[in-house]
Antibody, heavy 120, light 108 residues
Framework: EVQLVESGGGLVQPGGSLRLSCAAS????????MNWVRQAPGKGLEWVSY????????YYADSVKGRFTVSRDNAKNSLYLQMNSLRDEDTAVYYC?????????????WGQGTLVTVSS | EIVLTQSPGTLSLSPGERATLSCRAS???????LAWYQQKPGQAPRLLIY???SRATGIPDRFSGSGSGTDFILTISRLEPEDFAVYYC?????????FGQGTKLEIK
């Protein structure tokens, strides 16, 4: 069974940092591109970041560029999102999401999400 | 950046009726790299349609997608009680891989 399990969410003050992790299982992680997508409370979906299977292509939404860093460890079947200089508007559920084989930005599998709350 | 605008914001229908949801792009979506997702309260989204009209694995055939260029449609032919949810379109042809703001399909 394909599974994506996020962790690392929590309460952080504005300007602080947080690192999210995503543990993947049930598929060949090293062959798949991955994404992070977020959803603010009561709002719609916002794509955040993409990383190719070998980490040679990385993209970010303008709203997080320069503050967030995506990375992966294929030996550990894990995806990460380092979030720095956090703002109130970064409060959201963050989903780890598997990309399609041919089109990495197509989200074929979603995790259950981890909540990040930025507040003083 | 390609901006996707979904309409209507909320659609009120009864089970058994036909639902038509629209997604309009600010510029042409390359090779119809347009997807639709369904999200129910408290759950992660689920992929329904990709490539504008191809159903994902396990998706009932009452769901269909159409369109090209800048105008795309998701049709649910006969609504079942479990279809009432929020629906999002997404373009994945060029980064940033933007989503529409969503259409809430509610029971009338």
């Amino acid at each position: 069974e394909v599974q994506l399990v996020e962790s690392g969410g929590g309460l952080v003050q504005p300007g602080g940092s947080l690192r999210l992790s995503c543990a993947a299982s049930g598929f060949t992680f090293s062959s798949n591109s991955m994404n992070w997508v977020r959803q603010a409370p009561g709002k719609g979906l916002e794509w955040v970041s993409y990383i190719s299977s070998s980490s040679n292509a990385i993209y970010y939404a303008d709203s997080v560029k320069g503050r967030f860093t995506v990375s992966r460890d294929n030996a550990k079947n894990s995806l990460y999102l380092q979030m720095n200089s956090l703002r109130d508007e970064d409060t959201a559920v963050y989903y780890c999401a598997r990309g399609g084989i041919t089109f990495g930005g197509l989200i074929v599998v979603w995790g259950q999400g981890t909540l990040v709350t930025v507040s003083s | 950046e390609i901006v996707l605008t979904q309409s209507p914001g909320t659609l009120s229908l009864s089970p058994g009726e036909r639902a038509t949801l629209s997604c309009r792009a600010s510029q042409s979506v390359s090779s119809s790299y347009l997807a639709w997702y369904q999200q129910k309260p408290g759950q992660a989204p689920r992929l329904l349609i990709y490539g504008a009209y191809s159903r994902a694995t396990g998706i009932p055939d009452r769901f269909s997608g159409s369109g090209s260029g800048t105008d795309f449609i998701l049709t649910i032919s006969r609504l079942e009680p479990e279809d009432f949810a929020v629906y999002y379109c997404q373009q994945y042809g060029s980064s940033p891989y933007t989503f529409g703001q969503g259409t809430k399909l509610e029971i009338k």
